[in-house]
């Protein structure tokens, strides 16, 4: 079971065919909630990180929460569809 985590800034990439990143993660966000419409990859990084058909599964309509840096950002690539990820700063 995982403790509680309160939900700050959110946003949506949608993502298809190329890599798409979000906005750069708040001064004090040190993990996001992200869930997808559609299964995808990811990938968190410095800069503006690009996404790769080999990076970390994410299946569509299962949460995960994954450890981040301040300022990162998260990159979202299609699996066999377009779709959305939302992606949700916890603190």
């Not at 299946?59 to 300022?71: N, S």
Request: aromatic share 6%; with cysteine; glycine share 8%.
């Amino acid at each position: 079971m995982r403790s509680s985590s309160r939900p700050g800034a959110a946003q949506d990439v949608a993502f298809g065919a190329a890599s798409a990143a979000s906005a750069a993660f708040g001064a004090q966000t040190y993990q996001v909630r992200v869930a997808a419409t559609s299964a995808c990859r990811i990938r968190i990084g410095d800069g503006t990180p690009t996404a790769l058909a080999t990076d970390s599964y994410l299946p569509a309509d299962r949460p995960e929460y994954f450890t981040c840096t301040p300022g990162q950002k998260i990159a979202v690539i299609q699996e066999a569809a377009g779709g959305k990820l939302s992606v949700t700063e916890v603190a």
